[in-house]
């Protein structure tokens, strides 16, 4: 209980509960986006289970021309995606949501059936054409651009604050 309210663990219509992932291409390097970070990882799983997944990168990448960079970090974003995963990519050209229209877009992949939902954060360059045609979703944060490693605060504060739109809590302000 918090707020006074009951938490509600959130399932799929077959009774399932519902995995969230969010998965982002290389460490966060910024110690005050991992405090941030932990603070909403450690509320979400409240609800629901919830991993937040930073994939490694060889250092040597870094010197990859763009194009390259994208297929190997692809590479790897697919080796670490699961059949059971429903992939929603947080790209720039994805659609854009009020925090409300988010809470709403969640619950109804949960209710489509998804067992798990992974929020993919790309690189500095995107995402390859391979990791495109996996996704069954493409969100935008903003208009504005933002840092792959500032995005990962973005995302999981969203993800946090849709479930508690979903759960009628005071954290959300209309």
């Known amino acids: 209980m918090r707020f006074g309210k009951t938490v509600f663990v959130h399932s799929n219509l077959q009774g399932n509960i519902v995995k969230i992932r969010l998965i982002a291409i290389s460490k966060t390097s910024q110690s005050y986006l991992t405090e941030g970070i932990d603070v909403f990882e450690g509320r979400i799983k409240r609800y629901l289970p919830f991993s ?12 990859l021309p763009e194009n390259k960079q994208k297929e190997e ?8 995606i699961s059949s059971d995963d429903v992939i929603i990519l947080l790209d720039e050209r994805g659609k854009s949501y009020t925090s409300p229209d988010f809470a709403n877009f969640l619950q109804k992949k949960m209710n489509s ?6 929020f993919v954060i790309g690189g500095a360059y995107g995402f ?16 504005m651009t933002f840092s792959h490693q ?10 946090y604050r849709g479930f508690s739109i979903l759960n009628n809590e005071p954290y959300h302000h209309s």
């Open 73 to 80: 970090e692809g590479k790897l974003l697919l080796s670490k």
């Open 52 to 63: 937040f997944e930073e994939l490694n990168t060889p250092k040597k990448w870094g010197t």
């Open 113 to 118: 059936g998804a067992k798990s939902l992974a």
């Open 128 to 143: 390859s054409d391979d990791v495109y045609a996996r996704a069954s979703d493409k969100i935008s944060l903003s208009k």
């Open 150 to 159: 500032m995005v990962r605060l973005f995302a999981i504060e969203q993800i």
